[in-house]
Structure formats: structure tokens, C-alpha cells
């Protein structure tokens, strides 16, 4: 349940950083700012859910989706505390090109291991009762 709270976060901070980009209207890189920053908590919360789940159950641990999907979790939260420093700065420079490239990385990354989730649940039958 706390998953898509980060996807909707640093998706909707990719969306602001374009809209900062097209209008340089300031609003957008704050929204940005405040986007990661919930992102990231709401991460943290989900990471350690899964993190339980990834340590607890050897069925998790033996499926190779769920390797790819941990460390490319890893990486978005990674990638999404680098962008929320880079988005500390000021005005054009905080949002562009760093801000905007990092933001679009981590949504790349997300429908990735988005994909690796599903795969997980509905192919893997991990977390579903038999």
C-alpha cells in the first residue's frame, strides 16, 4: 500500500521539471522540490517494507526479479536524494539539465522495476495465497 505514494511523487517531479523547463515560472521547480521530498520519505517507508519481506522470505530471495527489482529500488531512492540536493539550488539551475535528466532516470527506472514487481506478484505468484 505504500508503493504508490513514491511512484506517484517522483513521477509527478519529472512532470514539474518539464513544465519548469517549457516555463521557467519558479512555482514548478518548488513543486519539484517538495515532490522528491515526499517521494523520498514515502520511499523510505515502502523500501523498508520490502526490505522485510525481500530478508524474511527465502521464496522472495530465490526469484531473480526480485534482486533486479531491490537494487533498481535502491537506485531510484539514490538517484531521487542526489536530485532533491540538486534541486536545493537555485532558480534555472536547479532544475535544468540535472534536475530534469535525473528526474526522467528515475522514472525510467521505475517502469522497470514496476514491470519487475508485476512480474514478481502475477508470474511469480510471490505474495499471493495459494
Same mark, same amino acid.
Do not use: E
Given at each position: *500500500?505504500?508503493?504508490?505514494?513514491? =511512484? %506517484?511523487?517522483?513521477?509527478?517531479?519529472?512532470?514539474? #521539471?518539464?513544465?519548469?523547463? @517549457? &516555463?521557467? #515560472?519558479?512555482?514548478?521547480?518548488?513543486?519539484?522540490?517538495?515532490?522528491?521530498?515526499?517521494?523520498?520519505?514515502?520511499?523510505?517507508?515502502?523500501?523498508?517494507?520490502?526490505?522485510? #519481506?525481500?530478508?524474511? !522470505?527465502? @521464496?522472495?530471495?530465490?526469484?531473480?526479479?526480485?534482486?533486479?527489482? *531491490?537494487?533498481?529500488?535502491?537506485?531510484?531512492?539514490?538517484?531521487?536524494?542526489?536530485?532533491?540536493?540538486?534541486?536545493? @539550488?537555485?532558480?534555472? &539551475?536547479? %532544475?535544468?539539465? &540535472?534536475?530534469? =535528466?535525473?528526474?526522467?532516470?528515475?522514472?525510467? =527506472?521505475?517502469?522497470? &522495476?514496476?514491470?519487475?514487481?508485476?512480474?514478481?506478484?502475477?508470474? !511469480?505468484?510471490?505474495? %499471493?495465497?495459494?
Amino acid at each position: *500500500m505504500l508503493v504508490p505514494f513514491p =511512484i %506517484v511523487c517522483f513521477v509527478g517531479a519529472f512532470a514539474t #521539471d518539464l513544465a519548469y523547463w @517549457r &516555463t521557467a #515560472d519558479m512555482q514548478w521547480a518548488n513543486f519539484s522540490a517538495w515532490l522528491l521530498a515526499a517521494g523520498l520519505v514515502f520511499g523510505v517507508l515502502a523500501a523498508l517494507a520490502g526490505l522485510t #519481506d525481500f530478508l524474511s !522470505h527465502r @521464496r522472495v530471495r530465490a526469484q531473480k526479479p526480485a534482486w533486479a527489482h *531491490m537494487l533498481g529500488n535502491v537506485l531510484v531512492l539514490g538517484l531521487s536524494l542526489v536530485n532533491a540536493f540538486v534541486h536545493s @539550488r537555485d532558480a534555472w &539551475t536547479s %532544475v535544468v539539465p &540535472t534536475g530534469l =535528466i535525473l528526474s526522467g532516470a528515475v522514472v525510467l =527506472i521505475l517502469c522497470v &522495476t514496476g514491470w519487475l514487481g508485476w512480474a514478481m506478484v502475477y508470474r !511469480h505468484r510471490v505474495g %499471493v495465497a495459494s
